[in-house]
Protein backbone atom coordinates (compact mmCIF):
# COMPACT_ATOMS: atom_id res chain seq x y z
CA UNK A 1 0.00 0.00 0.00
CA UNK A 2 1.17 3.54 -1.00
CA UNK A 3 1.48 6.06 1.48
CA UNK A 4 3.17 9.06 3.22
CA UNK A 5 3.85 8.39 7.18
CA UNK A 6 4.58 12.06 9.17
CA UNK A 7 6.30 11.36 12.51
CA UNK A 8 8.04 14.14 15.04
CA UNK A 9 5.48 16.14 16.32
CA UNK A 10 5.30 17.27 19.74
CA UNK A 11 4.79 19.66 22.27
CA UNK A 12 7.69 22.46 22.26
CA UNK A 13 8.28 26.34 24.19
CA UNK A 14 8.85 29.11 21.99
CA UNK A 15 12.26 29.12 20.65
CA UNK A 16 12.50 25.13 20.55
CA UNK A 17 13.39 22.83 17.92
CA UNK A 18 11.48 19.86 15.80
CA UNK A 19 12.08 17.80 13.10
CA UNK A 20 9.22 16.15 11.01
CA UNK A 21 9.75 13.44 8.97
CA UNK A 22 7.57 12.13 6.18
CA UNK A 23 8.16 8.53 5.47
CA UNK A 24 7.28 7.10 2.01
CA UNK A 25 6.25 3.42 1.77
CA UNK A 26 4.94 1.55 -1.16
CA UNK A 27 6.70 3.38 -3.71
CA UNK A 28 10.03 5.11 -4.49
CA UNK A 29 10.17 8.93 -3.32
CA UNK A 30 13.00 9.79 -6.42
CA UNK A 31 10.25 11.24 -8.65
CA UNK A 32 8.20 12.98 -6.45
CA UNK A 33 7.94 16.70 -5.20
CA UNK A 34 7.16 16.78 -1.17
CA UNK A 35 5.49 19.39 0.44
CA UNK A 36 4.91 20.48 3.66
CA UNK A 37 1.52 22.18 5.06
CA UNK A 38 -0.05 23.02 8.02
CA UNK A 39 -3.76 23.58 9.62
CA UNK A 40 -4.16 25.30 12.51
CA UNK A 41 -7.91 25.33 14.20
CA UNK A 42 -10.09 27.38 12.41
CA UNK A 43 -8.15 28.46 9.75
CA UNK A 44 -7.13 27.42 6.11
CA UNK A 45 -4.68 24.95 4.94
CA UNK A 46 -1.27 26.78 4.50
CA UNK A 47 1.93 25.91 2.60
CA UNK A 48 5.12 26.13 4.41
CA UNK A 49 8.13 24.24 2.33
CA UNK A 50 8.53 22.20 -0.34
CA UNK A 51 11.15 19.91 -2.20
CA UNK A 52 11.33 18.98 -5.45
CA UNK A 53 11.89 15.65 -7.40
CA UNK A 54 13.37 16.05 -10.54
CA UNK A 55 13.40 20.01 -11.19
CA UNK A 56 12.99 23.54 -9.78
CA UNK A 57 13.77 25.15 -6.52
CA UNK A 58 13.24 24.68 -2.50
CA UNK A 59 10.13 26.74 -1.52
CA UNK A 60 9.59 28.15 1.89
CA UNK A 61 6.77 30.06 3.01
CA UNK A 62 7.63 33.85 3.79
CA UNK A 63 6.49 32.96 7.19
CA UNK A 64 9.25 29.96 8.06
CA UNK A 65 11.93 31.74 5.76
CA UNK A 66 15.22 31.30 8.16
CA UNK A 67 14.01 28.99 10.49
CA UNK A 68 12.48 25.82 8.92
CA UNK A 69 15.35 23.77 6.63
CA UNK A 70 13.33 20.71 4.21
CA UNK A 71 15.76 18.13 2.81
CA UNK A 72 15.53 14.52 1.21
CA UNK A 73 17.41 11.28 1.33
CA UNK A 74 16.15 9.04 -1.24
CA UNK A 75 17.69 6.38 -0.13
CA UNK A 76 16.02 6.30 3.41
CA UNK A 77 12.78 7.24 1.10
CA UNK A 78 12.35 10.33 3.59
CA UNK A 79 11.87 14.17 3.79
CA UNK A 80 12.22 16.02 6.84
CA UNK A 81 11.62 19.52 7.88
CA UNK A 82 13.56 20.98 10.20
CA UNK A 83 12.03 23.61 12.56
CA UNK A 84 14.02 25.79 14.73
CA UNK A 85 12.67 28.62 16.86
CA UNK A 86 9.25 27.35 16.84
CA UNK A 87 6.87 30.33 17.34
CA UNK A 88 2.99 29.95 19.02
CA UNK A 89 1.69 30.88 15.15
CA UNK A 90 3.79 27.50 14.09
CA UNK A 91 0.97 25.52 16.12
CA UNK A 92 -0.80 23.42 13.86
CA UNK A 93 -1.36 19.74 11.83
CA UNK A 94 1.39 19.20 10.30
CA UNK A 95 0.83 17.21 6.89
CA UNK A 96 3.34 16.28 4.32
CA UNK A 97 2.03 15.48 0.13
CA UNK A 98 3.87 13.42 -2.42
CA UNK A 99 3.08 14.84 -5.93
CA UNK A 100 4.60 13.06 -8.92
CA UNK A 101 6.30 14.24 -11.43
CA UNK A 102 7.78 17.14 -12.86
CA UNK A 103 5.81 19.97 -11.01
CA UNK A 104 6.91 23.06 -9.95
CA UNK A 105 6.88 23.24 -6.16
CA UNK A 106 5.12 26.86 -6.41
CA UNK A 107 2.76 25.31 -8.30
CA UNK A 108 2.53 22.69 -5.51
CA UNK A 109 2.08 24.85 -3.08
CA UNK A 110 -0.65 27.17 -5.02
CA UNK A 111 -2.56 24.79 -5.76
CA UNK A 112 -2.48 22.01 -2.70
CA UNK A 113 -3.47 24.83 -0.34
CA UNK A 114 -7.19 24.36 -1.60
CA UNK A 115 -7.45 21.13 -3.52
CA UNK A 116 -6.91 17.63 -3.31
CA UNK A 117 -5.69 15.80 -6.56
CA UNK A 118 -6.01 12.27 -7.01
CA UNK A 119 -2.62 10.97 -7.29
CA UNK A 120 -1.47 12.77 -4.62
CA UNK A 121 -0.57 11.08 -1.38
CA UNK A 122 -1.23 12.76 1.54
CA UNK A 123 -0.19 11.77 5.37
CA UNK A 124 -2.72 11.84 8.49
CA UNK A 125 -0.45 14.62 9.80
CA UNK A 126 1.38 15.31 12.81
CA UNK A 127 0.53 17.72 15.84
CA UNK A 128 2.51 20.49 16.49
CA UNK A 129 2.24 22.88 19.21
CA UNK A 130 4.22 25.90 20.61
CA UNK A 131 3.39 26.91 24.48
CA UNK A 132 5.10 27.91 27.25
Known amino acids: QEQVVESGGGLVQPGGSLRLSCAAS????????IGWFRQAPGKEREGVSC????????YYADSVKGRFTISRDNAQNTVWLQMNSLEPEDTAVYYC?????????????????????????WGQGTQVTVSA
Open 51 to 58: IPGSRGSI
Open 26 to 33: GFKMDPYA
Open 97 to 121: VAVFGPVLCDVIIRTRQSTTYEYDY
